[in-house]
Antibody, heavy 122, light 106 residues
Framework: EVQLVESGGGLVKPGTSLILSCAAS????????MNWVRQAPGRGLEWVGR??????????DYAASVEGRFTISRDDSKNTLYLQIDSLQIEDTAVYFC?????????????WGQGALVTVSS | DIQMTQSPSSLFASVGDRVTITCRAS??????FNWYQQRPGGAPKLLIY???RLQSGVPSRFSGSGSGTDFTLTISSLQREDFATYYC?????????FGGGTKVEI
């Protein structure tokens, strides 16, 4: 059974940094492209970015709105995806979901974690 | 960025109704297009990928159609567990973008 479990969320102050983790199990993590998607309270879904599998280069892609402050990485030996957020802003308050993209020949998010809530407030 | 416009933003329906949700892309995405369902307090769930392909385990009352810029999600006979918010997504171009959502209410 595929499982994605996010952790590391909480209440943080503006200007600080945070690292979210997504622990994966039930599939071959190293083969999967992994994504982060966020959802501000009462709002829709916003793609944050992704990291490709190592065989595809292992490089990240980001939404323009977060590039420069967000860093996505993966540790295939630990089956874990990371999202580091620097210089946190009030507008970063959201539930952050990790999602797999294991769709063959196309891009789609076939499994999602339950989400980690990040609240940025002074 | 490709803008995804869903309509309606919300709708009221009854169990057994046929429900149609549309999504329009600001430029052609061919068939690089997906639909997701999100129940309150839950994570999104993939329903349809590549515009028309039903994800494994998703009931056959859900179907998708369209290509290019105009897409449709149809629920043939609404069930109680289908009351949720539905999002479209284009997956052909970075940044990947979602529609604003359609809330299906009783």
């Amino acid at each position: 059974e595929v499982q994605l479990v996010e952790s590391g969320g909480g209440l943080v102050k503006p200007g600080t940094s945070l690292i979210l983790s997504c622990a994966a199990s039930g599939f071959t993590f190293s083969n999967a492209w992994m994504n982060w998607v966020r959802q501000a309270p009462g709002r829709g879904l916003e793609w944050v970015g992704r990291v490709k599998s190592q065989t595809a280069g292992g490089t990240p892609d980001y939404a323009a709105s977060v590039e420069g402050r967000f860093t996505i990485s993966r540790d295939d030996s630990k089956n874990t995806l990371y999202l580091q957020i620097d210089s946190l802003q009030i507008e970063d308050t959201a539930v952050y979901f990790c999602a797999t993209d294991r769709c063959v020949g196309t891009t789609c998010f076939d499994y999602w974690g339950q989400g980690a809530l990040v609240t940025v407030s002074s | 960025d490709i803008q995804m416009t869903q309509s309606p933003s919300s709708l009221f329906a009854s169990v057994g109704d046929r429900v149609t949700i549309t999504c329009r892309a600001s430029q052609s995405v061919r068939s690089s297009f997906n639909w997701y369902q999100q129940r309150p307090g839950g994570a999104p769930k993939l329903l349809i990928y590549e515009a028309t392909r039903l994800q494994s385990g998703v009931p056959s009352r859900f179907s998708g159609s369209g290509s290019g810029t105009d897409f449709t999600l149809t629920i043939s006979s609404l069930q109680r567990e289908d009351f949720a918010t539905y999002y479209c997504q284009q997956s052909g171009f970075l940044p990947l973008t979602f529609g604003g959502g359609t809330k299906v209410e009783i």
